[in-house]
């Protein structure tokens, strides 16, 4: 079995440490935390909370707590599973023919275990299954702490609200028909939306460039956008090189790949989103991992411009209005 990791790092530029953010030379010795404290998040219900998140580059990272130790997480709906950090957590057994395989094709060895807990604000997620891999390449590029990244499994009977003007989240717990527990959890009416398939625990959206359609994954954790480097020659015709970087995967291995724009994608007729920096990578790995036929996937580029609500039950993303001043 491959378990199947999208998130990556993109070496376009230099990314500069967060202040809010612990470097990870500074918690070496670190120690659990017996009293657990998230001051910066509000409980709005029985099911619901809201955090502020901070950006590592553009990495989405959020403060939980995984078996009392407390720290950053990054919010990456690109893994399947709960991914830990195997520096700062020990254990599990490898299955066999079990590993992972990030954007460059780099396979890593994976560690499974039973997380004890996961506490995140008031919301506390007991006996999650969690996969151990080392993160050590994305603590150096980012030079902060990571414990660890919140998927799939964790978010999935929650409707998730990804505020990019606010900087923050709402997560609030669905019902088995996917409507809100709490019903004032988010008071604003979308003025969008759109539908995805869900394959496996990759979130599908149908779109277009110029007249040519494509299909395209969402993945809170791809810093740019990825373009199939096997797409339609009608598609190319849109995207525009500026030169050629290093991809970073799961793995710490690099592979060079263009970078550029991408130009005339659409969703509909009032989702467009031309102009997106997106990276020209073969996509043949994950695709035949999830059984998919992705042309590309989106992440940061798309998210950063939007309020967007991802509510895995009912299949469907919902777009907030952008607050005007």
């Known amino acids: 079995m491959i378990i199947r990791l999208f998130t990556f790092l993109a070496i376009a530029g230099i990314a500069l440490p967060l202040r809010a953010l612990v470097p990870p030379d500074a918690i070496r010795g670190e120690l659990a935390v017996s009293r657990l404290a ?11 909370i809201r955090v502020p998140f901070e950006l590592a580059g553009r990495l989405i990272v959020v403060e939980a707590a995984a078996e009392g130790l407390l720290g950053n997480f990054i919010i990456d709906t690109g893994s399947s599973k709960l991914i ?25 060895e994976v560690n499974v275990r039973p997380a004890r807990s996961l506490s995140w604000s008031s919301l506390s997620f007991e ?9 050590s390449h994305i603590e150096g590029k980012k030079n902060i702490r990571v414990l660890g990244l919140i998927g799939y499994e964790v978010l999935k009977d929650y409707e998730l609200l990804i505020d990019f003007q606010l900087q923050q989240i709402t997560l609030t717990r669905l019902d088995d ?18 539908d ?4 496996g625990h990759v979130i599908t959206l149908q779109g ?11 993945d809170s954790g791809a810093e740019l956008n990825l373009l199939h ?4 020659r009608k598609v190319l015709n849109h995207f525009q090189i500026s030169r050629r970087v290093n991809l970073n995967g799961m793995g710490g291995g690099e592979v060079e790949v263009l970078a550029g724009k991408l130009y005339r994608f659409r969703f509909n007729d009032r989702i467009r ?11 043949d790995d994950i695709n035949a991992s999830f059984g998919t036929n992705l042309q590309g996937l989106i992440g940061y580029e798309f998210l950063c411009l939007r309020r967007t609500i991802i509510n895995y039950k009912k299949e469907k993303l919902y777009f907030l209005k952008w607050y005007r001043p």
């Not at 028909?177 to 759109?194: C, H, V």
Request: glycine share 8%; with cysteine.
């Open 38 to 48: 998230f001051p910066r998040s509000t409980r709005l219900g029985p099911h619901t």
């Open 84 to 108: 830990l950090n195997a520096i700062h957590y020990k254990g599990g057994i490898s299955p066999s023919q079990l590993a992972s395989v990030g954007t460059t094709g780099e396979v890593e």
């Open 127 to 135: 006996k999650i299954q969690a996969h151990l891999i080392d993160l």
């Open 177 to 194: 028909s996917g409507e809100r527990l709490d019903s004032l959890a988010i008071l604003e009416e979308p003025e969008d939306s759109l």
């Open 196 to 199: 995805f398939h869900l394959k």
């Open 208 to 218: 277009w460039v110029d007249k040519t359609p494509v299909q395209f994954g969402l």
């Open 229 to 232: 480097s096997r797409v339609k």
């Open 273 to 283: 989103c031309s102009g997106m920096r997106t990276l020209l990578s073969n996509l």
